[in-house]
């Protein structure tokens, strides 16, 4: 619960000190190999809007976090389509896309390169190395690629806004309740211990009395034999 707080105040502070040309710089970084999940600075971008009122805030937070992705995303096309000698030979490439994946990426893309770049783009994990061997095997040219990175990325960038927009406030009563609920769940937690080991105490008292009356049995059935 703690990181819940201290995520919470970092997402308050987050127009403040980055501000959205921040959070494009950062989305631009990703293309570059920064690890960073982008549906999470999208989901943040969205929330911080949500706190300045939405609206204004919420479609400037939109212009930059789609020129953040596109960005990005091009960056990676390029990485594959400028240096595809160096990548095939470069380990990274093959613990990223190990030559059946990548053969089988090569192939759906000759089969349906649309339809892959629109599936990486909703599926998480998967962007990177697809976008990288889109731009390896030049399965689209890049204006292509740029028109339908572009109107996906809208798509995409729209619904992570807008669900932190529509989910501030529900975070900002869960973070004002934060002391509370954790109090909840260390008293849960202390009658769940409690009750365990009340019931390991009881077995074990069990066992010596059940032993004890087996024994007096096989007493009294050895003294009725002749």
């Known amino acids: 619960m703690d990181t819940f707080s201290d995520w919470w105040a970092d997402l308050q502070d987050l127009p403040a000190e980055l501000?959205?040309?921040?959070?494009?710089?950062?989305?631009c970084a990703c293309g570059f190999g920064l690890p960073m999940s982008k549906d999470a600075l999208l989901f943040a971008a969205g929330t911080a809007a949500?706190?300045?009122?939405?609206?204004?805030?919420?479609?400037?937070?939109?212009?930059w976090c789609l020129a953040g992705v596109v960005t990005g995303d091009a960056v990676?096309?390029?990485?594959?389509?400028?240096?595809?000698p160096w990548l095939r030979k470069s380990r990274l490439l093959r613990r990223i896309l190990p030559p059946r994946r990548f053969a089988r990426v090569r192939h759906a893309f000759r089969r349906q390169g649309v339809a892959v770049l629109l599936t990486a783009r909703f599926t998480p994990g998967i962007r990177g190395p697809?976008?990288?061997?889109?731009?390896?095997?030049?399965?689209?040219s890049f204006p292509a690629f740029m028109l339908i990175n572009t109107l996906?990325?809208?798509?995409?960038?729209?619904l992570w806004i807008t669900a932190g927009c529509l989910l501030a406030d529900q975070l900002a009563?869960?973070?004002?309740?934060?002391?509370?609920?954790q109090r909840?769940?260390?008293?849960?937690?202390?009658?769940?211990l409690l009750t365990a080991l009340l019931t390991v105490r009881i077995i074990r008292r069990r066992k010596p009395v059940r032993a004890g009356s087996r024994n007096a049995g096989t007493g009294a059935e050895n003294s009725a034999e002749p």
């Open 184 to 192: 909840w769940i260390l008293a849960a937690v202390a009658v769940i």
């Open 152 to 158: 996906s990325s809208a798509v995409y960038t729209a």
């Open 173 to 181: 009563n869960a973070a004002a309740s934060t002391a509370a609920l």
């Open 50 to 63: 949500g706190l300045m009122g939405g609206g204004r805030a919420a479609m400037e937070a939109f212009l």
């Open 19 to 27: 501000g959205f040309f921040g959070v494009f710089l950062v989305l």
């Open 130 to 140: 697809v976008y990288i061997c889109c731009g390896l095997i030049r399965a689209l």
């Open 76 to 84: 990676m096309y390029l990485e594959g389509r400028l240096c595809g």
